[in-house]
């Protein structure tokens, strides 16, 4: 429940208290003094689309600032605290400002917040319902809103599971339809894997083989100059007439090791010895010199295979190792054996996302039908509930009729059920709900945007309302000018519809009716004022007396007539004891 608002620099509103509290609030004033931008600042408060041009002349921002009472433990105070705000006690206090440049900032419980958080709190706390709301409820999402906040918690519980249902069908629906877009490309990487698999296992390259064949080409092609190379070797170690001297490495090695050894000296036995193993290291050498020249070959043929052999690794490497040589060839094999066992299991995975979309489907059907029908249940019990409340509202003869038909299917969207049965899908259900205004009990009705004029719409509105007031938990009901183009016993009847929707609500009214401002708990005055050549509205409290003044002004146009006064006096006296009457029932 709103406590107080502050408005300034609002449109002709410098700088202006409302004073609030429960019961019904009526906000009074003659034609330009201000009267919407009190709706305005409420709405801008609760998160509505800023506009620089509300601004006032010569002010840098516009500013409002309100303080509510809420539940501690409600929604309102949650979104709060998730937003980093804190409450005082059971007071949370929120603002909005908007400067001359379009720049918007919001803060709630103290912390600065994005707008979109007034909004959500005010989705708990308030509702504004004016010309605008007239027009929304012209459009069928917006009437079928109206039928699903009459079903109350139970019918919310309902199209809570069906939205949860729905969501998770058509997220099976899209991870189904990308697996099959992506199914082609699935098929083109198995085909080409596949491919370069086949090419590996023909070829059947074995770890190291290219250094292997590398190193043995070259002995193929180099035969001549490898012997020459192990002659020379050989004979140097062992010794051999010609170009070397006769006694060898091998023999002057053992004539150094026994000379050391026979000389009696400690530390050159030592040197004897390790010469002396030299020397059996050098013995191995000419042996492993002997096995490699008899290993030498210059065989042409095998050299061609050698180079043809070694040509098709080099492809299977250019082709697929990032490493540049065998062993990335046989790394790339091992993950694409992997990748193929991974893909194929997409077949698989394929029918089983078919089986999980028909079972989300199915869920979901289940749940719109049960939606389905709890809305023709509530469409029986609104249509006669809202029509009842009619004949009062100088509607007489006129009824509310609440239509619910099946949402056709049409191409490309979301559709539940088969053939005769198929219907339409969207998240709020499966269901058209229109609200019809027809004349006499024989008149099937006719949209209510093209058979209500904008006073019947509020009126309609001003019913649904009354009606809805026990299933709606916003605590704030602003009505704005929805008496328009009412008089009479119809005004009346306005009045006290409005007193008792504030039984359960705080409502505030801006009204030019003085037969609904009869009906007030907390009577306000929006009036012009000069001060220092500037002219601006202020927001005045009115007590017993003043109030019987606006009264008469409302009712003859000048708040000092005789008549008018008493007039206005017999007003408030019957509206009281009405009230009095109603609240002792």
């Given amino acids: 429940m709103l406590e107080e608002v502050r408005i300034r620099g609002l449109g002709v509103i410098a700088d202006a208290t409302l004073p609030l509290g429960p019961g019904l609030t009526v906000v009074t004033g003659e ?3 201000g009267k919407t931008m009190v709706v305005a600042g409420l709405s801008l408060l609760f998160g509505a689309r800023s506009d620089s041009g509300q601004v006032s002349r010569g002010a840098e921002a516009a500013d409002v600032e309100g303080t509510l009472i809420v539940d501690p433990d409600g929604p309102a105070a949650a979104r709060c605290r998730d937003a980093g705000g804190t409450l005082d006690d059971d007071r949370l206090i929120l603002s909005r400002t908007v400067s001359t440049e379009g720049r918007s900032r919001a803060s709630a419980g103290g912390r600065s ?68 877009r992506d199914d082609a490309g699935r098929q083109r990487e198995l085909a080409l894997l596949r491919f370069g698999l086949d090419q590996i296992y ?38 051999a007439p010609g170009e070397y001297d006769a006694t060898g490495a091998d023999a002057l090695l053992g004539q150094a090791a026994r000379t050391l050894a026979e000389s009696g000296d400690a530390q050159l036995r030592v040197l004897g010895e390790r010469l002396s193993e030299v020397g059996i290291q050098l013995r191995d050498i000419a042996g492993e010199l002997s096995a490699f020249a008899g290993g030498i070959s210059d065989d042409p043929d095998r050299l061609a295979a050698l180079m043809t052999r070694r040509a098709e690794l080099k492809e299977l490497v250019r082709s697929y190792s990032s490493t540049g040589d065998i062993a990335g060839v046989l790394a790339w094999a091992q993950q694409a054996r992997g990748q193929i066992a991974s893909l194929d299991d997409s077949a ?42 009619l004949g009062s509202l100088a509607l007489g003869g006129s009824r509310v009729l609440v239509e619910v038909t099946d949402r056709p299917a049409e191409p490309g969207r979301p559709v539940l059920g ?10 709020t259900g499966c269901d058209r709900v229109r609200i019809l205004l ?35 938990p916003v605590a704030t009901m602003v009505f704005d000018e929805v008496d328009a183009g009412v008089g009479g016993a119809a005004a009346i009847e306005i009045g006290r519809r409005l007193a008792g929707l504030s039984r359960s609500h705080q409502v505030v009214v801006v009204t030019h009716l003085p037969q609904v401002a009869a009906y007030a708990d907390q009577h306000v005055k929006i009036a012009k004022r000069a001060k220092g050549g500037v002219i601006a509205s202020g927001i005045t409290p009115l007590d017993p007396e003043q109030r019987l003044d606006e009264l008469t002004r409302m009712l003859a146009g000048l708040s000092d007539s005789d ?23």
């Fill in 31 to 33: 034609t330009g003094a």
């Fill in 563 to 585: 008549s008018g006064r008493a007039h206005a006096r017999e007003l408030l006296s019957a509206a009281d004891h009405d009230k009095k009457r109603r609240k002792a029932r």
């Fill in 113 to 180: 917040v994005p707008v979109g958080v007034l909004s959500d709190i005010g989705d708990s706390e308030l509702t504004v319902h004016g010309q605008s709301t007239q027009l929304r409820l012209s459009r069928p999402g917006a009437q079928r809103e109206v039928l699903d906040r009459f079903g109350g918690a139970a019918h919310q519980s309902l199209l809570a599971d069906y939205a949860e249902a729905f969501t998770a069908w058509q997220r099976a629906v899209r991870t189904l339809d990308e697996l099959r």
């Fill in 418 to 427: 088969r053939d005769r049965s198929a219907r339409g899908a969207t998240e």
């Fill in 202 to 239: 023909r070829a059947d390259p074995q770890p190291a083989e290219d250094d292997e064949i590398d190193a043995e080409t070259h002995r193929l092609a180099n035969a001549e100059a490898l012997r020459q190379a192990v002659a020379h070797a050989a004979a140097a170690i062992d010794g």
């Fill in 348 to 389: 698989g995975r394929l029918e089983q996302l078919e089986a999980d979309r028909d079972a989300a489907a199915e869920r979901a059907e289940r749940a719109a039908a049960a939606v389905t029908r709890s809305r023709r249940a509530l469409a029986a019990r609104l249509q006669k509930q809202v029509s009842a409340a």
């Fill in 438 to 472: 027809g004349h006499g009990a024989d008149d099937e009705g006719r949209p209510i945007d093209k058979s209500a004029s904008g006073g019947e719409l509020s009126r309609i509105m001003l019913a649904i309302e009354v009606v809805l007031a026990g299933t709606d």
